[in-house]
T-cell receptor, first 112, second 115 residues
Framework: GDSVTQMEGPVTLSEEAFLTINCTYTATGYPSLFWYVQYPGEGLQLLLKATKADDKGSNKGFEATYRKETTSFHLEKGSVQVSDSAVYFCALRNTGGFKTIFGAGTRLFVKA | DSGVTQTPKHLITATGQRVTLRCSPRSGDLSVYWYQQSLDQGLQFLIQYYNGEERAKGNILERFSAQQFPDLHSELNLSSLELGDSALYFC??????????????FGPGTRLTVT
């Protein structure tokens, strides 16, 4: 079945460091891919999405590119801030499916 | 604020008891989803309703049940509670309920503690 695998956390970075959170997926067909973010004490919010191969989703300085050849959707940000400390979830929704499959989440800590 | 509301915010109860969690979706959204988030299991999809009908089922235990009412709010019923049911329960809603790249909007969650 469909699945999403994320790098284990926590990831601890200093402010202004470069961030990469790896995400790979297994799915038949052409899924839509998402990154959601969960700030402390809150529900998940959509951060960005991509719907087809080579699409780049971007928002708030975060980017992720849909790579079908490597079945990956890695999240990147050039310069993180303390306010980016949160849990990040990679997810997919497959064509013809009703479920959104979430990865386990990666916790990010950014130190001042 | 996502527009999705959940009540109560916190719930503490004893093993063997039954509780009901309530969710009101964003205005106009027809689809409601329930998720369970625990430290060891991550975010688990439980069940989805679309315009009052069950649309998809995930890892939902037989002790758990849900429904969506004509006004589109939803309730998740958890019975014969066990210590392992302690978790954050999220409700999400979306305008659509099938395939596509639409966004799900999550509520703030209900934290259930079973003692």
């Amino acid at each position: 079945g469909d699945s999403v695998t994320q790098m284990e956390g926590p990831v601890t970075l200093s402010e202004e460091a470069f961030l990469t959170i790896n995400c790979t997926y297994t799915a038949t067909g052409y899924p839509s891919l998402f990154w959601y973010v969960q700030y402390p004490g809150e529900g998940l919010q959509l951060l960005l999405k991509a719907t087809k191969a080579d699409d780049k989703g971007s928002n708030k300085g975060f980017e992720a590119t849909y790579r079908k050849e490597t079945t990956s959707f890695h999240l990147e940000k050039g310069s993180v801030q303390v306010s980016d400390s949160a849990v990040y979830f990679c997810a997919l929704r497959n064509t013809g499916g009703f479920k959104t499959i979430f990865g386990a989440g990666t916790r990010l800590f950014v130190k001042a | 604020d996502s527009g999705v509301t959940q009540t109560p915010k916190h719930l503490i109860t004893a093993t063997g008891q039954r509780v009901t969690l309530r969710c009101s979706p964003r205005s106009g959204d027809l689809s409601v989803y329930w998720y369970q988030q625990s430290l060891d299991q991550g975010l688990q999809f439980l069940i989805q309703y679309y315009n009052g009908e069950e649309r998809a089922k995930g890892n939902i235990l037989e002790r758990f049940s849900a429904q969506q009412f004509p006004d589109l709010h939803s309730e998740l019923n958890l019975s014969s509670l066990e210590l392992g049911d302690s978790a954050l329960y999220f409700c999400a809603s979306s305008a659509q309920g099938g395939q596509g790249s639409y966004e799900q909007y999550f509520g703030p969650g209900t934290r259930l503690t079973v003692t």
